[in-house]
């Protein structure tokens, strides 16, 4: 048995760091948190001292026991958790649920996994830190309550199933504002001139004109005035520029230039840092801290004189804005800067690239420019053109690396030929565009992030799970819309002569950007009206703060946390028995056949369409709104369309055809057959021959492009890229493969690659009973019996499972079917309602961080 017992977080970094440990060592995990707060109850003694109550969960009680034993037998414990408030709360929860003696037990940190870091980290242990696992103890005590006592309000008021949090709601809330901002942005038209030049040797460059015209004749009588002009170079002056380097990677920054640069979410950089960061490639991804250790400083010096020369590096200390960022000691970067590539996952191998290059380059010199800027002037006129250009002298860390940027507006600057002053130049032509100022844009994931820090909202860990749940809370999705058609006017002033185009363009995109849906936009609206300070974003801020003082020890979680309970809790109460209920109902008028009244709010299945009201004598009708219809725009014209659905256009090959709205867009129905219709396709007004053309696409996109082992092979493309489907089997596509010229030799080895992946991820497959066992994501496994899907822990043994003990699994595990409800008498029901969301719960066992 070995001497020492080691616990980590997670089993891939178990794996690692036991590659670094001798044989006195067993390194064991303890797959995150052991123990939490109650899911079916607040867990926090609100009428006493604010003490949680923790519960190991039912999946985690075998581990738990599994580690006691280990623990019992060792000479001394190891808690060996990540450096941040939420690995100092994992190691704290080891020791109290194990029951550790504090002599025999030790904290070990360390920013990243590499053999010298983990026997440093060994030789110098520490005790755990109270002041941090109070800082984790207060973020989760807090947003426990605000979630356990705002949702209910929620329910009640808005729609039942809907949830509220701190952080996510105020998140939310950014996305609505911007929303907003858009819907009420009127844009307005302006002339841009553009020109481009040529000097005495030939060479073209482009010219601008530094004002805009508010009109087109305006803009016609300078084109005009240009027409018989004689151009030259009135001015030309050259500087010397630098450029920096930016800082090494924080989690925010990693983030959005993930989302910039190689197009991840910002969950799927946050899981391939993950990785990197447990097979020892990285340093910890979790930071806001842009400093890089006096040892990480030379060996990127090192590494940059040996591949670039000694005039590329430039040795450089940053400093970071956050004021939380004394907790980690490193901004993210590659453990071996030797280590400029890595042979790995695609996507990891992608990430690392980028933050090797990153921080490699955070360390060279700047690059040396040179910038130009000539002035154009007419003899007819005296407005000047301008024109500025760029040359690098030396490139510096531009060699390696050059930080991307979200403004989608931002035009490069190029090279300017040789020029000098008073040099005669010839016009080529001179445009004057019509352009149109651009409303605020959405938020994606990243830009989204970088607005939460620069208000001080959340921290490096909140990020990424709070952007996951209000998409998966329906709160808010990602835009799919390509954008629309737009006209505008180009006047071309070329050989003396102006000419009038009429051009078009496609504005109004939000393809990939953050949307709020409308109950998005309900929740939103109800929270600000009633619970404006917990929306307020200096509130939010303000509360992060705290959490930091804490973390250093200056401030008492228990009294922050009355502090806060003192105000919001009446608050919660009064809106609870006095507010209104919301729909976000607008009334848009009246049917002139019948004379009821139109109306659109949320309803019970999504946003709907209502004509008449519940005093009429004829129960209401209803109608969907499509995907791409909102409460807060839809108009009267619209709403009443959507009563012409479903439309019977005719038959097809004896078949009826119908178009209709679907949960994901307008469709048209042929048999048991639906197909999508095309952007821009209205279901309103497409005829029978627009439905069949799109049906015959279908069944030619449907048709097999080979046959294989007795089964078609069909190509399609969906949510995650293109596809090929084989007798039932989806299967991915990747970059390896063109997808449009898939030979028939790569068609076999994919599916031949598939049928072997199939077989491999069966662990048991007990035919008789119909009960297989599979392995799944992220190292999990599940039990599949006919529809019955039962996800294991990660603390099962998949492979050691009986027949017998994966039968008991399902028996207890598996959905029983819900006899019907009895109904309540009205009066009753609202009691116990009351009831329910007026009582308290009672004080629990007070188990708080409590220093042995």
């Known amino acids: 048995m070995a001497k020492n017992l080691v616990i980590v977080e997670s089993p891939a970094k178990a794996k690692t760091i036991e590659k670094f440990l001798g044989k006195d060592f067993k390194v064991e995990s303890s797959f995150g948190h052991i123990s939490d707060l109650p899911s079916k109850e607040l867990g926090v003694d609100v009428e006493g001292d604010f003490d949680p109550k923790y519960e190991v969960s039912s999946d985690k009680k075998a581990l738990v026991k599994k580690l006691k034993q280990l623990a019992k037998k060792a000479e001394m414990v190891w808690l060996a958790s990540d450096e941040d408030r939420e690995g100092e709360a994992i190691a704290w929860h080891l020791a109290e649920s194990l029951d550790l003696d504090k002599d025999k037990t030790k904290r070990i940190v360390f920013h990243e996994i590499t053999k010298a870091a983990i026997q440093k980290a060994v030789e110098n242990p520490r005790q755990i830190d109270y002041d941090l696992v109070d800082a984790q103890q207060a973020r989760r005590v807090l947003d426990r309550i605000v979630g356990y006592e705002l949702s209910p309000v929620l329910w009640r008021k808005v729609k039942g199933g809907l949830s509220a949090g701190r952080v996510q709601s105020v998140s939310v809330r950014l996305i609505v504002e911007r929303e907003r901002d858009i819907q009420n942005f009127t844009p307005e038209a302006s002339y841009r001139v553009d020109a481009e030049f040529s000097n005495a040797a030939g060479q073209s460059f482009k010219a601008k004109l530094p004002k805009t015209f508010s009109t087109k004749k305006e803009a016609l009588d300078f084109l005009e005035s240009n027409a018989s002009a004689d151009f030259k170079v009135a001015d030309l002056t050259k500087k010397p520029a630098k450029k920096s380097p930016a800082a090494p990677f924080t989690t925010s920054t990693l983030q959005q230039e993930a989302s910039r640069k190689l197009y991840f979410s910002v969950s799927k950089t946050m899981t391939m840092a993950q990785r990197l960061y447990e097979a020892g490639l990285i340093t910890y991804m979790r930071t806001d801290s842009v400093n890089l250790s006096d040892e990480a400083r030379k060996g990127a010096e090192k590494e940059i004189v040996a591949a670039y020369g000694k005039e590329y590096s430039k040795e450089r200390n940053f400093k970071g804005k956050s004021k939380g960022a004394q907790e980690a000691h490193e901004a993210i970067r590659p453990t071996d800067f030797k280590t400029h590539s890595v042979d790995i996952d695609y996507d990891q191998a992608r990430l690392y690239d980028l933050i090797w290059k990153r921080a490699i380059a955070s360390q060279m010199s700047e690059a040396q420019l040179e910038r130009t800027n000539v002035k154009i002037e007419a003899n007819t006129h005296n407005q000047t053109f301008t024109a500025n250009g760029e040359v690098i002298k030396f490139d510096g860390f531009l060699k390696v690396y050059l930080e991307g940027t979200d403004d989608e507006d931002l035009e490069q600057e190029g090279m300017l030929p040789a020029m000098k002053t008073n040099e005669t130049l010839l016009n080529k032509y001179i445009t004057a565009t019509e352009r149109y100022s651009r409303a605020p844009y959405r938020y994606t994931e990243a830009s989204l992030v970088k607005k939460l820090e ?320 599979e392995k799944a994501r992220w190292g999990r496994h599940n039990i599949l019996k006919g529809k019955v899907k039962i996800e294991l822990a990660k603390t099962v043994d998949a492979a050691a499972l009986t027949l017998e003990e994966v039968q008991d699994i399902i028996e207890k595990k598996a959905p029983k079917k819900k006899a019907a409800a009895k109904k309540k008498a009205p009066a009753k029901k609202k009691a116990a309602t009351k009831k329910t969301a007026t009582k308290k719960p009672a004080a629990k066992k007070k188990t708080t961080a409590k220093k042995k």
């Open 454 to 773: 620069e208000l001080g909202i959340g921290r490096p860990s909140t990020y990424a799970p709070t952007i996951s749940t209000i998409q998966n809370r329906n709160y808010v999705e990602k835009g799919a819309i390509d954008g629309v058609e737009r006209e505008y006017t180009q006047l071309v002033l070329e050989e003396g002569t102006v000419k009038d185009n009429m051009l078009s363009e496609k504005v109004g995109s939000d393809k990939g950007k953050l949307v709020p849906t409308d109950i998005g936009m309900i929740v939103t609206d109800f929270l600000v009206n009633h619970f404006e300070s917990i929306l307020d974003y200096n509130f939010t801020a303000k509360v992060e703060s705290q959490f930091d003082d804490i973390a250093e020890g200056k401030e008492d979680w228990k009294k922050m946390m009355k502090t806060f309970y003192k105000k919001f809790h009446p608050v919660v109460v009064d809106v609870q028995e006095n507010a209104d209920r919301e729909s976000g109902e607008r009334i848009l008028g009246k049917d002139p056949k019948t004379g009821k009244q139109v109306s659109v709010r949320l309803g019970k299945f999504g946003p709907m369409v209502q004509m008449g009201t519940v005093d009429d004598e004829e129960k209401p009708t209803f109608a969907s709104l499509s995907p791409d219809q909102q409460l807060g725009s839809i108009t009267y014209e619209e709403a009443m369309d959507l009563f012409k659905l479903p439309r019977t256009l005719g038959q097809y090959e004896d078949e009826d055809i119908e178009v209709n709205n679907g949960r994901f867009g307008p469709y048209v129905k042929y048999g048991k057959k639906f197909v999508s219709l095309a952007p821009g396709q209205d279901p309103i007004s497409i005829e029978l021959k627009d439905a069949i053309e799109l049906i015959k696409e279908k069944e030619i996109a449907d048709a097999p492009v080979y046959h294989y082992k007795d089964h078609g092979v069909t190509k399609g493309k969906g949510r995650f890229g293109p596809f090929i489907k084989w007798n039932g089997l989806f299967i991915n596509v990747n970059k390896k493969y063109d997808w449009d010229t898939l030979t028939n030799e790569e068609i076999e080895e994919l599916v031949d690659a598939k049928i072997q992946k199939e077989i491999d991820k069966v662990v048991h497959n007990w035919e008789e009973e119909g009960i297989r066992v």
